[in-house]
């Protein structure tokens, strides 16, 4: 387990969110939406793209999208950190990033990978666990 | 006749005369003095061109209302109607309005200001300012629509606008179908997908705003 600083950069979660894709499917039944096809998320600095994105709205009706699961390879980036993992849930409300699956988190020169990261976008903390690996750079440059 | 010499007998002598005068003087007046009537701006003139109607034979206010396959039932209204002479089947109309409802309730408002119908090929197509309306909350405007009247399939093949619960949406295309022709897309596989589904495609883009 390893405390990752991830970013000075936080993402207000309160920014609107941009959603590009190649198609998107609303089930008008339940309303839930799955973005298919290079799928890229913008968020004030945070960008996300994967290959299918499903939105989950609260249940309450209100119709605010309360979670996002990327799948089909997710990269993560937030100014000069990237994170890459085969999937990621981003919960809006509380700002949180979970991505599993073989996560390479790089933050400049420096490169941590693992099996699970945990971002906060509201403070800029991150965890990584699960055969956390890190190679640092010795700065003999 | 003994000659009257009493004022009273000589009044009413005298108003024997003058009464029926006047009377025929007053009936007179009823025929020689009457107002010529202006026959031509008594009778209000509807200010259609007779010649416009007489050429086509139009339809006001035709409603066609269908049941599909799937349960879904569908009522076209238009405002005139002009079926085409040479194919019976076919009909123009302006002023259409479609309303698709669901088995399980959901309500597709669609609307425009021309359109023709086909009831071989059971489509309508929608034209010009075409706005779609639906019970859960979404608003698409486009320029072109073809709906099917046999099951559910609304197809849009231009640009579309729309405004919904998850925010500002554009799309080079759009689809509305009863869901069960594909599975849902994405991981969550062939879930069984009731209702109907609204399929963007062609590049989507969405602004979402969090309150």
Known sequence: QAQVAFGGLKVDSSLPVEVTADSLSVSQSDGTAVFTGNV????????????TIRVEYAQDGSNDIRKM???????FVNGQEAAEAREAIYTLESG??????DVILTQGPNAISGERLTVNLNDGTGQMDGRVKTILQTGNR | MLRADNRYSRFVALAKIILPLAALGLLST???????????SAIPYAEVDVHELARGQGIGEPTYSTVMGDGSAITVRAATARPNLAKPSQATA?????????????VVDMSAREGAIDTDT???????????????????????????MDRTQVVSPGRIVADGPMGHLEAGRMELTDGSGMAAAGDNG???????????????????KPE
Not at chain 2, 30 to 37: D, E, H, I, P
Not at chain 2, 94 to 106: E, F, W
Not at chain 2, 129 to 138: A, L, P
Not at chain 2, 200 to 206: I, M, P, R
């Open chain 1, 69 to 75: 699961v990327a799948t089909g390879g997710v990269t």
């Open chain 2, 30 to 40: 009823l025929v020689l003095f009457s107002r010529s009537v202006d026959h031509e």
């Open chain 2, 190 to 208: 062939g879930e069984a997908q009731g209702g109907y589904v609204l399929l963007f495609q062609g590049g989507v883009k969405l602004v979402y």
């Open chain 1, 40 to 51: 890229l998320v913008g968020q004030g600095e945070m960008r996300m793209t994967a290959g």
């Open chain 1, 96 to 101: 949180q990033v979970v991505m599993t699956g």
């Open chain 2, 122 to 148: 059971s489509t309508v197509d929608l034209r010009r300012d075409v706005t779609i309306v639906t019970s859960t909350g979404y608003t698409i405007t486009t320029d072109a629509l073809a709906t099917r």
């Open chain 2, 94 to 106: 302006s002023g259409l309005s479609a309303r698709l409802t669901a088995p399980d309730g959901t």
